[in-house]
């Protein structure tokens, strides 16, 4: 099994249905985070968990919500999706800051088309 | 804050050819930096980083990058591309915090012709 599991790997929702991304780990990590990959803007943070108490939002979080159920699950929800929200969604974990521990281990993402 | 720029948005070379990509970063605070690697159809994978001591970092699969303060850059190279290359690579920066979190550039497809 992967140590970062993320799903459903593919979804097609219409315009205004709300929808969640699952995010589960096995590696043991407290800092959980969501990630957004547009075509020629790179990864931009959507929110942040640095533990089961605490969450945090990062530079996009308008029109996103999340939940860190238990140390290893960390889901991501649309409240009502829009077109502009397709993209591909990565969740990553970490045991220390970036450049500290074994760094971030990426799950294999989720692609995301709102119609 | 910090911020990474990669220009442009896909280097095709052939095999055998010398890869270079080519970072730049932006930071007021001593950076850390990174490359990561993205296959079609996965996650991201750490191919290097720079955090402190020697300014040439070796990583995976036989690239390496050069961390240089006075051009504020971080570019990343290869001497030898294989097939296998083709991917797209990400740069990017955090502080050095014990709360820091990476910062991405735009990313670059780097594709390899026979």
């Known amino acids: 099994d992967a140590d970062v599991t993320q799903t459903p790997r593919n979804r097609i929702t219409k315009t205004g249905k709300r929808i969640m991304l699952e995010c589960s780990q096995t590696k043991g990590h407290d800092r959980m985070y969501w990630y957004r990959q547009d075509p020629g803007l790179g990864l931009r943070l959507i929110y942040y968990s640095f533990d089961v108490k605490d969450i945090n939002k990062g530079e996009i979080s308008d029109g996103y919500s999340v939940s860190r159920q238990a140390q290893a699950k960390f889901s991501l929800s649309l409240e009502s999706a829009i077109p502009n929200q397709t993209a591909l969604y990565f969740c990553?974990?970490?045991?220390?800051?970036?450049?500290?521990?074994?760094?971030?281990?990426f799950g294999s993402g989720t692609r995301l088309t709102v119609v | 804050a910090q911020s990474v720029t990669q220009l442009g948005s896909h280097v095709s070379v052939s095999e055998g050819a010398l890869v270079l990509l080519r970072c730049n970063y932006s930071?007021?605070?001593?950076?850390?930096l990174f490359w990561y690697v993205q296959y079609p159809n996965q996650g991201l994978q750490l191919l290097l980083k720079y955090t402190t001591g020697a300014t040439l970092v070796k990583g995976i699969n036989g690239f390496e990058a050069e961390f240089k303060k006075s051009e504020t850059s971080f570019h990343l190279t290869k001497p030898s591309a294989h097939m296998s290359d083709a991917a797209e690579y990400f740069c990017?920066?955090?502080?050095?915090?014990?709360?820091?979190?990476?910062?991405f550039g735009k990313g670059i497809t780097l594709s390899v012709r026979p």
């Open positions: 990553a974990t970490s045991d220390l800051g970036a450049g500290q521990g074994s760094g971030y281990t």
């Open positions: 930071s007021s605070v001593p950076p850390y």
């Open positions: 990017a920066v955090s502080d050095p915090g014990a709360n820091s979190k990476l910062t």
